[in-house]
C-alpha cells in the first residue's frame, strides 16, 4: 500500500525567505506525485506534478527516487502563498486516478 | 478542464439520520471519485464510482454505509447513512481529466 507523509503541520516564514515543503512516499511501482494547494475558501486544486518539471508561481519539486521525496521549494515566499498544501500520489495501472494524500501543511507567509 | 458542481454545500443532520450528496461535471468523465476530510485530517478515498458498474470501496468503507450511484458519465451522488456524529466530515467529489484532477468545493456535514 502507498503511503505519503507530511511531517510539518504547520510552517511559518517571511515574506521574501526560502520555503520547503517535505513530502515523502513509500510505493513500490512508480508513482505520480502531485502537490495540491487550497488557499483560503476555495477549493483544492493542482499546484505542480512531477512528470511535467515546470515551475508555477514560483514553486518547484524534484522527485527524488532514492530518498523517496517530493518536496516543495520556493525562493522567495509572498504572503499570497499562505494556504493549506497537499502533497499526493497516484499509483500506476489499474490504480490509475486514485489519489493518497499526504497529511498537509498549513503555510503561512508573514509581511 | 473540468468543473465540478457538488450538493449542498453543507448541512446540519440528526443522528439516525441519511443525507445524499450530488457531483454534477461539467464533461463526461469514466471515473469519478469521492474523498472524506475528517476534522484536522487528511484527505481519504471512499469509493471510485463507475458509469454502469458498482462502486469500489476502498478498505474501511462499505456500500451499506456509504451507497453510491454512477446513472451517467456526467453524475454522481453519495449517501451517507445512519449517520452518527463520526461521520461529521467534510465529503469531496473529484474527477480525472488528463492528468490532473478537479475537485468539487465539498459538502461540510455536521451531525448532530
Redesign the interface.
Known sequence: AQRVTQPEKLLSVFKGAPVELKCNYSYSGSP?L?W?VQYSRQ????LL?H?SRESIKGFTADLNKGETSFHLKKPFAQEEDSAMY?C?L?PSGTS?????????TILTVHP | SAVISQKPSRDICQRGTSLTIQCQVDSQVT?M?WYRQQPG?????IA?ANQGSEATYESGFVIDKFPISRPNLTFSTLTVSNMSPEDSSIY?C?V?AN????????TRLTVV
Open positions: 505520480e502531485f495540491y477549493r483544492l486544486q493542482l506534478r512528470i497537499y499526493a497516484s490509475y486516478g486514485k489519489l493518497t494524500f499526504g497529511q498537509g | 471515473m471519485f485530517q487528511s484527505l481519504t478515498l471510485t469531496l473529484s480525472r492528468t490532473e484532477a478537479f475537485f468539487g468545493q465539498g
